[in-house]
């Protein structure tokens, strides 16, 4: 069975940091490319960071400098380090595993993240 449990999440203050967890399961994590995604209340879902098979990264604007996105393939785990938090990095974060060739991809159930001011 194919699982992606993301974890980590909670009220924090501003300033605050996070780890979330993405664990996988019934798959061969090395061979995804691996990213993190957000939606906040009445917003469309974006993109926070990714990190390739290669271990390749990129991240949104609003998150350079302050979010770092790893990956323990051993592990079959991911990870974004959330540091500096604002109340506006308020959302469900979830995990998404792809391989874009195949048009593949594989979606966590989201952890929540609030920041209070």
């Known amino acids: 069975q194919v699982l992606l449990v993301e974890s980590g999440g909670g009220l924090v203050q501003a300033g605050g940091s996070l780890r979330l967890s993405c664990a996988a399961s019934?798959?061969?994590?090395?061979?995804?490319?691996m990213g993190w995604y957000r939606q906040a209340p009445g917003k469309q879902r974006e993109l926070v960071a990714a990190?390739?098979?290669?271990?390749?990264?990129q991240y949104a604007d609003s998150v350079k400098g302050r979010f770092t996105i790893s990956r323990d393939n051993a592990k079959k785990t991911g990870y974004l380090h959330l540091n500096s938090l604002k109340p506006e990095d308020t959302a469900v974060y979830y995990c998404?595993?792809?391989?874009?060739?195949?048009?593949?991809?594989?979606w966590g159930q989201g952890t929540l993240v609030t920041v209070s001011s």
């Open positions: 998404r595993l792809s391989i874009a060739t195949v048009n593949l991809e594989i």
């Open positions: 019934g798959v061969a994590f090395s061979t995804y490319d």
């Open positions: 990190i390739s098979r290669d271990s390749s990264t």
